[in-house]
């Protein structure tokens, strides 16, 4: 079963940065069938961010230009850097598989920004 554990949030003013960490355990991982997702109050949870198989990358259109995703096979994580951060960008951050069947969500990582 794998465990995925998010980390790095906080707050931010407007414009600042932000990375994100997603360290997994208990199974074989591979960065190209994961993602990241973030759900804002009220709102449905969303992807924002994934690798694909051969390195390419994925963004939604709202964090395209300002977010990047990378990982490190080996290492078993994956990391978002948020840089240009928004108001509307405040959400819980989680780490996830791009497609079903999901992992169990780990408890995400809380990003709020404003000044």
């Known amino acids: 079963q794998v465990r995925l554990v998010e980390s790095g949030g906080g707050l931010v003013q407007p414009g600042g940065s932000l990375r994100l960490s997603c360290a997994t355990s208990?199974?074989?991982?591979?960065?190209?069938?994961m993602g990241w997702y973030r759900q804002a109050p009220g709102k449905e949870r969303e992807l924002v961010a994934g690798?694909?198989?051969?390195?390419?990358?994925y963004y939604a259109d709202s964090v395209k230009g300002r977010f990047t995703i990378s990982g490190d096979n080996a290492k078993g994580t994956m990391y978002l850097q948020m840089n240009s951060l928004k108001p509307e960008d405040t959400a819980v951050y989680y780490c996830?598989?791009?497609?079903?069947?999901?992992?169990?969500w780990g408890q995400g990582t809380q990003v709020t920004v404003s000044s």
């Open positions: 996830n598989r791009r497609l079903r069947p999901y992992y169990s």
């Open positions: 690798i694909i198989s051969g390195g390419s990358t």
């Open positions: 208990g199974s074989i991982f591979s960065i190209y069938a």
